[in-house]
């Protein structure tokens, strides 16, 4: 059994979605302050590094990060290859099977740098989305810091996806990440007021 981290690194120079608030840590106690313990405090976007959105991300009456359910986020996952697409369309996943798939992981970048925001990425259309909520994918993930294009407003994808019940895992770190067959594991912590959460997640290559 192999674990495979695909959480990216959270810092002060993680880069976060243009005008959200960027990741700070400061110390609560140190130890070299006279302090019996180090602890740390942290201020952070919902969305800083590798997140699962929720609903009331994009819908006011949705479930908030307390409220998400647990298994969408524990069990089988395929990861696809779509680097080099423009966008991610049916024909992305043409290959899979998609009734058997559950979670599907979009592998689009052959490298990601956490420093730095990419205004250019490939995103879920519409199409897709309602596709993969047709044959019942309990969640989405992409290495991209959304499913929807940077400049979208409308967030076409987010909402099909919530409607129809699937869960979403964004900013994963898939680089070194061969297409395949995994169990991931990706908990949102249980925020009672937010609208999303950061995850660690990981994929395990073999048994458990």
Wanted: hydrophobic share 45%; glycine share 8%.
């Amino acid at each position: 059994m192999k674990v495979i981290d695909i959480s990216q690194s959270v810092a002060g120079s993680t880069a976060v979605w243009p005008g959200d608030h960027p990741f700070a840590l400061d110390w609560t106690m140190r130890r070299d302050r006279g302090d019996s313990v180090n602890v740390a405090a942290a201020y952070l976007s919902m969305h800083t590094g590798t997140h699962a959105d929720g609903p009331f991300h994009v819908l006011d009456e949705g479930l908030r990060a307390a409220g998400l359910p647990l298994d969408a986020y524990l069990g089988k996952a395929v990861v696809v290859d779509a680097v080099g697409s423009a966008a991610l369309t049916p024909d992305t996943v043409s290959d899979v099977k998609l009734r058997k798939a559950q979670r599907i992981l979009f592998r689009t970048r052959a490298s990601v740098n956490v420093g730095e925001f990419p205004n250019d990425f490939a995103a879920i259309t519409p199409e897709l989305a309602e596709l993969l909520v047709k044959k019942g994918i309990r969640l989405v993930g992409t290495d991209a810091p959304s499913v929807d294009p940077a400049e979208s407003k409308s967030l076409d994808a987010h909402r099909i996806l919530v409607a129809g019940g699937v869960a979403i895992l964004e900013n994963l770190m898939l680089s070194e990440v061969s297409a395949g067959k995994y169990t991931l594991i990706a908990l949102p912590l249980k925020l009672t007021d937010a609208d999303s959460s950061p995850v660690r997640a990981v994929l395990i290559d073999g048994k458990l």
